[in-house]
């Protein structure tokens, strides 16, 4: 089981492209990305620390109905 790290905003929009989300769109504060009915905020900062990731992962975990592992999300 491999360990997780921070990750860069570009490649956490990527991973979540191959996961079926669309965008990411202008919003007020954040730009957003979107499945179906549900929105994702995506805070601007560069680099995701990993905190930070495994909260955002939460909120993806709950829009697809299923848990992401470390390693899965490494292979996206």
Not at 11 to 37: D, K, N, V
Not at 51 to 61: A, H, I
Request: overall charge positive.
């Amino acid at each position: 089981m491999s360990r997780w790290a921070p990750c860069k905003r570009r490649e956490f929009i990527r991973r979540l492209h191959s996961l079926g989300f669309e965008g990411p769109f202008a919003g007020s504060r954040h730009q957003f990305m979107t499945m179906g009915q549900h929105r994702l905020a995506v805070p601007s900062n560069a680099e995701f620390s990993v905190p930070q990731l495994k909260m955002l992962l939460k909120e993806v975990e709950y829009i697809i109905g299923r848990e992401i592992s470390s390693d899965e999300w490494n292979r996206l």
